[in-house]
Structure formats: C-alpha cells, structure tokens
C-alpha cells in the first residue's frame, strides 16, 4: 500500500519541468474536481471559482487508499482552500496537501497554470 502512496511527491513551481496540458478550461466544472492521468499518475484538477485559482493534488486519498479526491467536495477553511474525501471526509489543504481532520500524510499538490485557455499541470517526472 505504501509504495502506491509513494508515486506521489509534490512538485514546487520552480522545479517543474514540464507543464503537462490537460485540457481546456471548458473541459473543467466549476468549484468541483476531475481526474486526469498523467503517466502512471491520477491527478485530481480543481477549479475554485469562487477563488478564482486553480488545483491539483492526487487523486489518491491516504486514508484507505483510494483514487477519489476528485469527486470531493471543495470550499476553504480560513482562506485555505481544501478538499474533502468523499468516502470519510477527511480534508486535505489544496495549497501545501496537508491533512487538516487527522493524522494522515499528505498528500501530493502540483502548480496549475493557465495559458490560451489551456489548463497547464506542472510535473518534473
Ligand atoms: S478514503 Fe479518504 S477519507 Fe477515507
């Protein structure tokens, strides 16, 4: 079960090395989550419209293991803006993926860019 959590390490914008599009900004709800899969990677993508940013995060909650964050609920605690697992409602920071409701690891974020209408996921793997 590690070794899966160990696929995702966050990636800090000043070492990407590729921003990886996955999409066009349509191809996204609002103030809600999708998957896309980037090599061997699941990739949760959020647009906080509300916020008017953008997130990314894997899509695999720590909790149980389970490839579900993006189909949580986002919304912010104090001005962070977070997710919420689906399956037990743990909350994870979209901002540095710290887990906010329990003693879990954290989970993986990437930068998100916009470009032309382009949604722009930043790896350096
Ligand atoms: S699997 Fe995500 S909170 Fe339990």
Not at 7 to 22: D, F, G, Q
Not at 35 to 52: D, N
Request: charged content about 20%; some cysteine.
């Amino acid at each position: 079960m590690q070794n899966v959590l160990d696929k995702y390490e966050s990636v800090m914008e000043e070492k990407v090395t590729y921003w990886y599009p996955c999409g066009h900004v349509e191809d996204f709800p609002e103030n809600a989550g999708a998957c896309i899969k980037y090599k061997h990677a699941q990739i949760a993508v959020f647009y906080f419209a509300r916020m008017g940013k953008w997130y990314a995060c894997q899509n695999l909650c720590p909790h149980k293991v389970e490839m579900v964050l993006s189909r949580g609920m986002i919304g912010d605690a104090a001005g962070i803006a977070k997710v919420a697992c689906p399956m037990h409602k743990h909350n994870f920071s979209l901002e540095d993926g710290t887990c906010l409701t329990a003693e879990l690891p954290a989970i993986a974020t990437y930068p998100v860019k916009i470009e032309k209408d382009q949604v722009l996921v930043g790896f350096n793997f």
